[in-house]
């Protein structure tokens, strides 16, 4: 796609921490509420209000932290970050400069079997803006609402290291960073409500080439999709550009979803433009060891080390255990049913196979699905004690993932038990072969495409519901034992 450029990548991600209440004071950080409803002096902005600090924000910025194998700094301060815009009630943002919370790090991505390390240069802690709602499209808008609910909800802003190189490994990264601040329980990174978005910082340049292109920052992607997209036509945008002897501008931009299209919004800011200074109203905050270690003495199982842990203790594929470790409700949703004494692997191939469609199907989350890990597990003991087929199982799941019964009372209610009884399957076999005289005809003369002909009816007789191995076995039986 790059030809003789190579394209050069760098996230700055955003994700809101999960506390009950705001950085700086006690307002509720719950999403959903009535516009302006979740607000106070401080979060507002009104003049002479100072901040005070949320301890739990900290204590979830130093969890981050080590779970993306980055450094905390014995000291870090907050500083003012000076700009206007109508979301932003004080015209500047409490951020972090030049003493950040974390630093340095990194995190392992793979793709195509193949491992990479991606450098993290920092991750610090600061307030959110709060949210314009404009009314009409870009060319009708009239007006625009301020909603200062978001106003002061804190975030942790990760920056990496300009270290990939497509629009493949910054969704590769995006999603194990998504993974990791799930497992430590630093965000609950729901896209859809704006928990985590992503910038990405995209240039371009010859192969071979040292130096860094002149980059552009396109901003506020939420999903992987629109991340990986929009790198790729920015990079697709900026080749054509240089080879049409253009000059890349460094600009943010924004991403136009439904033409699938990056555009220009505004000249890239840069640092000295912000004026940052230090936070007057926030002393410095003293991290000793004691404090960082009991943060990591109570940091729980990360996704590298589980799927390691399924892959040795289970036996499944790599493949298999990257996906069940994706996000810790499945792990959760895996380990309990495997406890309940379900197989491994058909554990694995459920979740993966129908209970992935399902879920996708109907944009759900795992955690709010009302199948539960003694449903598959049962559902799965059935199938093995014969009781229902595999073809049955599939209509027994959907029915357990739309109404929550257990497996017993969907076959009790739909009548699907399987037919695993020989006194009665007997007479439905002697019936097939008497009604296809021709098909035995065939099948004594050696054709055994005859065989199957028969299994067909019996099973459209028996509505499916008969055991396919016990009517294979009853029905050779049958035939060539000298019943015709």
């Known amino acids: 796609m790059t030809g003789n450029f190579e394209a050069v990548i760098g996230l700055e991600v955003h994700a809101e921490l999960k506390t009950a209440t705001k950085i700086f004071c006690s307002c ?21 209000m100072l901040p005070v600090l949320n301890r739990e924000v900290v204590n979830i910025a130093i969890k981050a932290g080590l779970a993306m194998n980055s450094d905390i700094p014995p000291v870090c301060k907050f500083d003012r970050k000076n700009y206007f815009y109508p979301d932003s009630p004080k015209a500047y943002q409490i ?59 804190p975030l942790l802003e990760i920056v ?3 270290d990939m190189r497509s629009a493949r490994e910054a969704r590769a990264y995006a999603e194990k960073l998504r993974s ?49 997209r929009a790198v790729e036509y920015e990079i697709r945008r900026q080749i054509e550009a240089i080879e049409d002897g253009e000059r890349i501008i460094q600009e943010t931009r924004t991403w136009d979803e439904e033409k699938g299209v990056t555009r220009a919004m505004r000249s890239k800011e ?24 009991r943060i990591r003495a109570a940091m729980p199982e990360l996704p590298d080390a589980a799927r390691e842990r399924l892959v040795r203790e289970c036996g499944l594929p790599e493949y298999d255990a990257g996906v069940l470790t994706v996000t810790p409700d499945s792990l959760k949703f895996f380990d309990e049913a495997r406890q309940l004494g379900g197989d491994p692997k058909a554990l694995s191939n459920w979740m993966m196979g129908e209970l992935n469609r399902l879920l996708n199907l109907n ?3 795992l955690e709010d699905c009302k199948i539960t890990p003694v449903h598959l ?55 097939a072969v008497a009604a296809n005289p021709k098909a035995l005809e065939d099948y004594k003369n050696g054709k055994q ?27 050779k039986q049958y035939l060539d034992g000298g019943n015709v």
């Open 377 to 431: 597990t049962d559902m799965l003991k059935m199938m093995e004690s014969g009781q229902i087929s595999g073809k049955m199982a599939k209509t027994v799941f959907e029915e357990m993932f739309a109404t929550g019964h257990p497996p017993q009372q969907v076959v009790e209610e739909k009548g699907m038990a399987q037919i695993s009884d020989a006194d009665s399957l007997w007479p439905i076999i002697a019936e």
């Open 449 to 475: 495409k005859a065989f199957g002909s028969f299994v067909g009816q019996i099973m459209k007789a028996t509505k499916g519901q008969a055991n396919p191995a016990m009517v294979n076995e009853l029905l």
């Open 180 to 228: 990791i601040l799930l497992f430590a329980g630093v965000s609950d990174c729901r896209m859809q409500e704006g928990s985590l978005r992503f910038d990405a910082n995209v240039s371009v340049r010859p192969r071979g080439q040292q130096e860094f292109g002149t980059r552009t920052e396109t901003k506020n992607l939420n999903s992987f999709s629109a991340l990986e």
């Open 95 to 153: 951020s972090q400069f030049d003493q950040p919370v974390c630093v340095g790090g990194y995190l392992d991505i793979e793709l195509d079997g193949v491992t990479k390390r991606i450098g993290i240069t920092r991750a610090h802690m600061e307030e959110d803006a709060g949210k314009l709602v404009h009314q009409g499209d870009i060319s009708t808008t009239t007006f625009s609402l301020v909603d200062l609910n978001r106003c002061g909800v």
């Open 363 to 365: 944009a759900m989350e």
């Open 270 to 293: 840069e640092a000295h433009d912000y004026r940052y200074f230090p936070e007057p109203d926030l002393p410095p905050i003293h991290i000793d060891d004691a404090w960082r270690e």
């Open 160 to 162: 990496s290291e300009p």
């Open 28 to 48: 509720s950080t719950a999403f959903g509420a009535e516009p302006n409803t979740q607000v106070c002096p401080v979060c507002s902005g009104f003049p002479g």
